[in-house]
């Protein structure tokens, strides 16, 4: 009898608790079957949110606990520094020191792929995208076969080169997929969720993901530009 087939390691490393929820948690909901799923967060601290008032760092660090436990994930925060108590401040960390902590994660998990953070003008996206990219290099211990860039739209949709984001893989969600999207979302980050006309509100997310659908010709899609696909 053949042995089973194991299942893949996909590592998503973010600046923020809520990133990998608005850009990829669609991808990692449908295809959750088929891969043992990590995580790794860059910085969360004590924030003032002018949207809901003041939000301490452990009332982050919990919804991002529920947010990795709907996907039976594991978070890699075993190492004191992480994630660092500096979010909006990632500048104020030693480069070396952001670079060291995602190669050790990348080195205990040995993704197979990895969904990682894009630049844009918050200097936390960039910093956590070039620490990841160093961290990736090739002569590190481990390098992926995939690396996919997640796609935010409030941040990487934004006027400049540097966050001159083009899609070229993308994965389709359905109305029930995008409802339990939204949901996801709405349980685990109720601190994040926006009203009104704003990208991310229910509305804005869905609205986002009608926008990438129409380009794949499907109903809503999530879009990420590849980094590197060996086979």
């Not at 995008?178 to 704003?198: A, H, I, T």
């Amino acid at each position: 009898m053949c042995e089973a087939a194991r299942q893949k390691k996909l590592l998503v490393i973010e600046a923020h608790s809520d990133d990998s929820a608005i850009s990829a948690s669609g991808f990692l909901d449908k295809f959750r079957s088929d891969y043992e799923i990590h995580f790794l967060l860059v910085t969360v601290s004590d924030i003032f949110m002018h949207h809901c008032g003041p939000l301490s760092r452990a009332e982050r660090l919990a919804e991002y606990g529920r947010y990795v436990a709907h996907f039976n994930g594991v978070w890699h925060h075993d190492d004191v520094s992480l994630p660092f108590d500096a979010d909006a401040r990632l500048d104020t960390i030693p480069k070396r020191d952001i670079v060291s902590a995602i190669e050790k994660t990348i080195t205990s998990v040995a993704p197979d792929i990895m969904i990682v953070q894009g630049p844009s003008f918050h200097h936390d996206h960039t910093l956590v995208y070039e620490a990841t990219i160093a961290a990736t290099r090739p002569t590190a211990r481990h390098s992926p076969s995939e690396m996919y860039v997640m796609e935010n739209p409030t941040y990487v949709h934004s006027i400049g080169p540097a966050t001159d984001f083009k899609p070229d893989f993308y994965v389709s969600l359905s109305e029930d997929q995008m409802r339990m999207k939204l949901d996801l979302f709405e349980k685990c980050f109720p601190s994040q969720v926006r009203e009104g006309p704003n990208y991310l509100s229910p509305d804005g997310i869905r609205a986002w993901a009608r926008y990438r659908g129409i380009e794949c010709r499907r109903l809503y899609a999530e879009a990420f530009q590849t980094y590197q696909r060996v086979i």
